[in-house]
């Protein structure tokens, strides 16, 4: 299952859904912040420069999507 998720430029973002893998990609770091941000990468193809180049509301577009797929 995916999501998409349309930011603020109108640009069309697709994450997909989380798997184990993705979790041990990212168990490596031991920032929150850089785990969160390393997993939206790995779920949508963006890399992590393109989301820290985002607005805070289009990564929270994002988080939300992340959390959705999470709970």
């Not at 941000?37 to 607005?55: H, K, R, W, Y």
Request: hydrophobic share 35%.
């Amino acid at each position: 299952m995916a999501k998409n998720i349309e930011l603020s430029t109108g640009k069309t973002v697709e994450m997909r859904e989380p798997k184990v893998r993705d979790m041990r990609a990212v168990s490596k770091y031991t920032d929150e912040v850089e785990k969160e941000i390393n997993l939206v990468a790995n779920l949508t193809g963006l890399t992590t420069e393109e989301i820290d180049g985002l607005t805070l509301g289009d990564y929270g577009l994002l988080q939300k999507g992340l959390t959705d797929f999470l709970s």
